[in-house]
């Protein structure tokens, strides 16, 4: 994982109090469980790793059909809810984060999400969906102050960490991962280089299992062994660890990137941050997938043209990310990177 600074990131003037996603059950899978069926299980019920995939799935469902009474029964009493590093206050308890939920509901009354990955481990479930609507309604901004719909259409990529209780019935701790300037570009108020609206052909998110497999592990310490090897500086170390195919999708960047690609931003970060470091809070593997969460810290004390600081900003940047890592033989050959590429911004002083 390397945040990508080739991007032009501009803070916008307005961030938006739900940022993408108020609620991270916000969306149905591509193929949710009909009307009737739900999160509610036998008292006593354990549900299986499968099991919790499908009332994952059907509480994302509930969002979709804004049956707001089944979504806040998938939170636990004491829940709280991260937008990582979007500004805001946690949600605690299922009645916060359902008024978050409908408030981004309200703006975006046509949102709907497609699953296209579920992987599990135990009680933590790491899901990635496409999140599509309009932007037909008033939307909330942290300052207070709503923002007129503009009409425009948002497709983009938002990852989600849920902790579930030991019966699996029920959300303790969920973090968000997206990209404010994406969302904000999409919808006209930014005027920096992003992704295009995102629709995604799934017909029913991959769901992976973790099994614990000697391949499971193997790739868990591969992924371990390139973080060592980015805090050490060491580019060849981390390039040779990515197959020369590999597709790096990093979702605070304009396009997906070659491994060539993904190598030249490393190299232009660790100028501008010569003392880079990853601080990985989690890493597991599930099937052919490594799931990492953590910290990008450093300090800016190089210029980084393509962020407009010709000169260093001696800033220090602490940002938080999610990265999913598919391997083949030992390679990462597809990543998804997400984080927060206007706090990025705004943490070495620009924007507004």
């Not at 993904?262 to 989690?282: D, Y």
């Not at 052919?288 to 810290?297: D, K, N, P, Q, Y």
């Amino acid at each position: 994982m390397s945040i990508d600074p080739r991007r032009h990131v501009r803070a916008a003037a307005v961030l938006v109090s739900a940022a993408v996603m108020a609620a991270a059950f916000g969306c149905g899978g591509a193929q949710p469980l009909q009307e009737g069926h739900g999160a509610v299980q036998p008292a006593g019920k354990v549900l299986t790793a499968a099991e919790r995939a499908a009332w994952y799935q059907a509480c994302w469902a509930h969002f979709n059909s804004k049956d707001w009474d089944r979504f806040k029964a998938c939170y636990a009493a004491d829940a709280e809810s991260d937008h990582v590093d979007s500004g805001q206050p946690l949600a605690k308890g299922p009645d916060a984060i359902e008024a978050n939920a409908r408030s981004f509901a309200a703006a975006f009354p046509d949102i709907r999400g497609t699953g296209e990955l579920i992987l599990i481990k135990g009680e933590s479930i790491v899901g990635v969906y496409v999140l599509n609507g309009t932007h037909s309604g008033a939307l909330s901004g942290s300052d207070g102050h709503a923002i007129p719909p503009t009409g425009k259409s948002i497709g983009l990529h938002l990852a989600h960490v849920a902790q579930a209780d030991s019966t699996g019935l029920r959300v303790v701790r969920e973090e968000r991962y997206s990209d404010s300037g994406t969302m904000m570009a999409q919808i006209g108020l930014s005027p920096a280089p992003a992704r295009p609206v995102a629709t995604s052909a799934a017909a029913a998110p991959t769901v992976v299992i973790a099994a614990g497999t000697p391949s499971e592990l193997s790739n868990v310490e591969a992924a371990r062994a390139q973080i060592a090897a980015y805090n050490s500086r060491d580019a060849k170390g981390v390039a040779e660890i990515n197959a020369p195919d590999m597709v790096r999708r990093n979702m605070a960047a304009p396009a997906d990137q070659t491994a060539e690609e993904s190598l030249a931003g490393m190299l232009t970060l660790f100028q501008a941050f010569p003392e880079a470091k990853l601080v990985p809070t989690s890493v597991w593997g599930a099937g052919s997938f490594v799931v990492v969460t953590g910290r990008f810290e450093g300090t800016n004390s190089g210029p980084l043209p393509a962020m407009g600081l010709k000169t260093a900003s001696n800033r220090p940047v602490s940002v938080r990310y999610l990265d999913i890592t598919r391997w083949e033989n030992g390679t990462i050959k597809e990543e998804w990177l997400f984080y927060d590429g206007m706090a990025f911004a705004k943490q070495l002083g620009l924007g507004k």
